[in-house]
């Protein structure tokens, strides 16, 4: 068992993401779903310790990264078109948007439902962590 202790302490941020209209090709099969967490991992320079995906029969993917940050996880729909996507770390926030913004570059959604929340934030109850929702079109050509 490996032991890492954390030498800075940052608040967390969690950001919480339903992704619509997404580009289904890529939301099918465990191949496909853990590049797109790959890639994500690596643009938000975040620490991936272990990971567990699991294939829905006949498609559909459900998949985690346990990060040494805390985790990123995926849930796919694909005859939806749909990806639910939960990201919770304790590093710099800029870390976790870049993770996000990865994640939506290779699954290009075209409706974004998504809440970002702060959490250990000490001296705060959970019930009134600040949230805010954001819902938006990308417009495509």
Known sequence: MTTMNNTKFFKGIHILAD???????????????????????KKGKLTA????????????????YVLSQSH??????PEKNFASIDIFTCGP????????EAV???LKPKRIQKKLLERM???????TIKTRNTIFVK???
């Open 49 to 64: 310790l272990n990971d567990y995906f699991f294939q829905f029969n006949p498609s559909g993917v459900t998949g985690v």
């Open 19 to 41: 992704l619509w209209e997404c580009d289904s090709s890529k939301l099918n099969f465990i191949k496909e779903v853990k590049q797109v967490l790959q890639k994500a991992v």
């Open 93 to 100: 926030p800029e870390n976790a948007l870049k993770a996000f």
């Open 121 to 127: 934030d000490e001296g705060k109850n959970i019930e």
């Open 104 to 106: 939506c570059e290779e």
């Open 72 to 77: 990123i996880s995926i849930h796919t729909w």
């Open 139 to 141: 417009k495509t050509k």
